[in-house]
């Protein structure tokens, strides 16, 4: 069984920053690919960012050029670095894995098969 956790979300004020965390434990594909997603009150989950297991880095284009993904396969983690906070950015962040895929499923949450139970993120104008 493969778990994730999440942490690093918090509040802060617009132009901020915030690094998210997600620590991967249990067995799976050492290529897996890893994702991050949101969720803000009322919207459907959308795709924020997902990087390789090579570390080829698909952000969405919403934060392109604010948010960094990266991830340190020894220690199953991947990160979100998120610079330049807007409240727009508000919502609950979700990790993800899955199986290795091409980049246009990669952008999409059917895939991943596991989810963490996401961490909140709010930022005030």
């Known amino acids: 069984q493969v778990q994730l956790e999440e942490s690093g979300g918090g509040l802060v004020q617009a132009g901020d920053s915030l690094r998210l965390s997600c620590a991967a434990s249990?067995?799976?594909?050492?290529?897996?690919?890893m994702g991050w997603f949101r969720q803000a009150p009322g919207k459907e989950r959308e795709f924020v960012a997902a990087?390789?297991?090579?570390?080829?880095?698909v952000p969405a284009e919403s934060v392109e050029g604010r948010f960094t993904i990266s991830r340190n396969n020894a220690r199953n983690t991947q990160y979100l670095q998120m610079d330049n906070l807007k409240p727009e950015d508000t919502g609950v962040y979700y990790c993800?894995?899955?199986?290795?895929?091409?980049?246009?499923?990669?952008?999409?949450?059917?895939?991943?098969?596991?989810w963490g139970e996401g961490t909140q993120v709010t930022v005030s104008s």
């Open positions: 249990g067995r799976f594909a050492p290529n897996s690919a």
């Open positions: 990087i390789t297991s090579g570390g080829s880095a």
């Open positions: 993800a894995l899955g199986r290795r895929t091409n980049i246009e499923t990669m952008r999409t949450a059917a895939g991943y098969s596991y």
